[in-house]
């Protein structure tokens, strides 16, 4: 239902965009949002944003990374600037809402994960 792509090898210091599109027999989406696991670490909130714009962030990723999503499409962003060594992780999307099977059950879908690696 979600397919992430965008992750890569990239210096300290450097820029990557992730994408996520949501595909499928989909009703609606609500909130939208991207985690993070790192190796031997539990998975964390990097960012999330609702339907109708509202974001919130990690303390970590605050003024280095952006959320943004495209209604249109079923599409989330993250822009993450000023990487660092410590943001090295899988990156997973996620998105809330309900598909066409039964619009009243709420569901939560998750990406596949893309590896974000920041090493010089």
């Known amino acids: 239902q979600l397919q992430a792509s965008g992750g890569g090898l990239v210096q300290p210091g450097g820029s990557l965009r992730l994408s996520c599109t949501a595909s499928?027999?989909?009703?609606?989406?609500?909130?939208m949002g991207w985690y993070r696991q790192a190796p031997g670490k539990q998975r964390e909130l990097v960012a999330t944003?609702?339907?109708?714009?509202?974001?919130n962030y990690a303390d970590s990723v605050k003024g280095r990374f952006t959320i943004s999503r495209d209604n249109a499409v079923h599409t989330v962003y993250l822009q993450m600037n000023s990487l660092k060594p410590e943001d090295t992780a899988v990156y997973y999307c996620?998105?809330?809402?309900?598909?066409?099977?039964?619009?009243?059950?709420?569901?939560?879908?998750w990406g596949q994960g893309t590896l974000v690696t920041v090493s010089s």
């Open positions: 944003i609702t339907d109708d714009g509202y974001t």
């Open positions: 996620n998105a809330d809402g309900r598909d066409v099977t039964n619009i009243f059950i709420p569901r939560s879908w």
């Open positions: 499928g027999r989909i009703f609606s989406i609500d909130d």
